[in-house]
């Protein structure tokens, strides 16, 4: 019987495992990236942005591991396998005690960006992925695909002006701070 069980939980270690090498359980071995399941409740926020108006407007809340925290305090940089979830929610305003024109965020998520950094350009024929991580841009009504096809066009526009911060906009994440 314990070899059975040993055996089961080989194979179960050994497909965990598979995905891309052991590299991320939100990758599989083609570079294929999947929204984490619960990372409100798993992961550590961040910090947040606030656009008014256009197309992306809402709070976009930003997540990421804990231990992606603690690498980035110690050296300054995302460590390998690094997963970013930037979720973008709508918002409403309205008066409060604390003011007019207060907004907050609501239930309704328009989508989520997801990076997961790739120290060693794992897949370089996937169009998703290059200059250091992986893109993913995944809508509500299907949240294990990524709608995004090919990183420079779909998603390098928005983060050029912080390339030389590893194309991360880390002013708006105070959590990264010692």
């Given at each position: 019987?314990?070899?059975?069980?040993?055996?089961?939980?080989?194979?179960?270690?050994?497909?965990?495992?598979?995905q891309a090498g052991g590299f991320s359980p939100y990758v599989d071995k083609s570079g294929n990236i999947t929204l984490p399941e619960d990372f409100r409740k798993e992961m550590s926020h961040l910090g947040s942005w606030f656009v008014p108006e256009g197309g992306a407007?809402?709070?976009?809340?930003?997540?990421?591991?804990?231990?992606?925290?603690?690498?980035?305090?110690?050296?300054?940089?995302?460590?390998?396998?690094?997963?970013?979830?930037?979720?973008?929610?709508?918002?409403?305003?309205?008066?409060?005690?604390?003011?007019?024109?207060?907004?907050?965020?609501?239930?309704?998520?328009?989508?989520?960006?997801?990076?997961?950094?790739?120290?060693?350009?794992?897949?370089?024929?996937?169009?998703?992925?290059?200059?250091?991580?992986?893109?993913?841009?995944?809508?509500?009504?299907?949240?294990?695909?990524?709608?995004?096809?090919?990183?420079?066009?779909?998603?390098?526009?928005?983060?050029?002006?912080?390339?030389?911060?590893?194309?991360?906009?880390?002013?708006?994440?105070?959590?990264?701070?010692?």
């Amino acid at each position: 019987m314990i070899g059975r069980v040993f055996a089961v939980s080989a194979i179960c270690l050994f497909s965990i495992s598979a995905q891309a090498g052991g590299f991320s359980p939100y990758v599989d071995k083609s570079g294929n990236i999947t929204l984490p399941e619960d990372f409100r409740k798993e992961m550590s926020h961040l910090g947040s942005w606030f656009v008014p108006e256009g197309g992306a407007s809402g709070f976009h809340d930003v997540y990421t591991q804990k231990s992606t925290i603690e690498a980035f305090r110690k050296s300054g940089k995302f460590p390998d396998g690094a997963v970013l979830i930037k979720e973008l929610r709508a918002s409403e305003s309205g008066s409060y005690t604390t003011g007019d024109n207060v907004s907050h965020a609501t239930d309704q998520v328009k989508q989520w960006f997801v990076m997961v950094k790739d120290t060693k350009g794992r897949f370089k024929k996937n169009p998703v992925w290059g200059d250091g991580w992986g893109w993913a841009l995944i809508k509500p009504d299907n949240k294990k695909k990524n709608i995004a096809l090919d990183y420079k066009n779909d998603c390098l526009s928005c983060h050029a002006p912080v390339e030389d911060k590893d194309w991360v906009y880390t002013e708006g994440y105070p959590t990264l701070l010692k």
